[in-house]
């Protein structure tokens, strides 16, 4: 599915961290930016087109002591056989890791197996994935897509839990007003959790708009996790964040958390954190269908504008030749 525009021809789909003027009328016309420039500026944020680029990647990760979450590109399906396909790439991923030896786990879009065409093709899909990595030894993270899944992400997670299957976790978002009812509605099962701000671009209503205020909210959906006993992943690369989560986890047991960074970001920072002795893991996505997660980064990216801009200046000078 394309990006979707507002009436002013503006990218709706993602929340987009506040941006200087220039960057803003970049993300403005990103749908509108060639794709042969969008591939080159968001190459740093996927592994590759194919699987042995996430072995590669995640093998390079582990070497400097970072663990990995890898990703089947694939939430834009239409069809059943495509949500198929992806839950049987993730068998080969499962595979590859145990092949290689990876320290990895997966990170799976349920929109990917098929949520918004048939529920019950995507409760079974999934759950024969969880069970496929529990039979090896490895875990499943439901990742958390916009607000319109996240009432059957959650009874998808529930239903999951209540069959006895442990090696599953889910990811919350503190821009959401419900998020705090939903940490205590979730409390008894004890859950897995990545915590993260949001992406998806959603309604007042719903949703906290102020970034000081979407802080704030993440700071006490992480308090409410740990004081209810889950285990943490706490997926930002904001300063501000990452200083209070540190000083929050101070005093805890190295297993009873994690840091979770996306590939491409803040790479330097994330290398901090493993030398001062915590679990870090990289979310790394890889394959065929790039489109939608590239815009996604892009329009976090502070530097964007330049970014594109050089990479579009270079097109243009290789065009001339
Ligand atoms: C491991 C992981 C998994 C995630 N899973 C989900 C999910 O399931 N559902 C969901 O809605 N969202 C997910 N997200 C995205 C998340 O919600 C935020 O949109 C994203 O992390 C940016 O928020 P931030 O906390 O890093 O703060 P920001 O304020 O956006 O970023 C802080 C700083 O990080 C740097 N930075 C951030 N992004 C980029 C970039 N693309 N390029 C260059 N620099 C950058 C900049 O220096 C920026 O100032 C995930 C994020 C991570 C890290």
């Known amino acids: 599915m394309p990006a979707e525009l507002d009436p002013a021809g503006r990218v709706q789909r993602y929340n987009r961290p506040a941006l200087g003027l ?20 968001s190459a740093p944020y996927i592994a590759g087109p194919t699987l042995d680029d996430a072995r590669r990647t995640v093998a390079s990760l582990n ?12 939430e834009e399906i239409h069809t059943a056989a495509e949500a198929q396909a992806i839950a049987a790439s993730y068998g080969d991923v499962f595979a590859a890791i145990g092949a290689d030896g990876l320290d990895a786990n997966v990170s799976v879009k349920l929109t990917g197996l098929g949520l918004k065409l ?20 490895s875990f499943v993270r439901i990742d958390m897509e916009d607000a319109s899944s996240v009432d059957d ?50 309604p007042g209503a719903i949703a906290f708009q102020d970034s000081e205020v979407i802080r704030r909210s993440f700071v006490s959906c992480l308090e409410a996790l740990l004081e209810a006993g889950s285990r943490v992943a706490i997926a930002t690369h904001d300063e501000h964040l990452l200083g209070e989560s ?15 960074m996306l590939l491409g970001v803040r ?11 915590h679990a870090l893991r990289v979310y790394v996505p890889f394959g065929q ?19 594109i801009a050089k990479a579009t200046l270079a097109r243009a000078v290789g065009r001339g030749r």
């Open 22 to 41: 220039f960057d803003r009328a970049v993300a403005s016309v990103l749908p509108a930016v060639p794709r042969s420039v969008v591939k080159r500026v």
């Open 63 to 74: 070497a400097v002591g970072k663990c990995a979450t890898i990703d089947v590109l694939g």
């Open 118 to 137: 048939d529920v019950e093709l995507c409760r079974s899909l999934l759950e024969a994935l969880v069970r496929d990595a529990g039979a090896r030894g």
């Open 153 to 202: 992400t959650l009874a998808l997670y529930r239903a999951l839990r209540g069959s006895g299957l442990e090696n599953v976790g889910i990811v919350l978002q503190s821009y959401l007003k419900r998020t705090l009812a939903d940490i205590s509605e979730l409390r008894d099962l004890r859950p897995s959790v990545r915590l993260c701000k949001g992406i998806y671009v959603e």
């Open 246 to 260: 540190l000083r929050r986890v101070a005093a805890l047991p190295k297993e009873a958390y994690e840091f979770q």
């Open 267 to 277: 790479e330097a920072r994330a290398s901090e954190l493993v030398a001062a002795g």
């Open 289 to 307: 269908r790039w489109y939608e997660y590239s815009l996604r980064r892009l329009q976090e990216n502070p530097q964007m504008a330049g970014v």
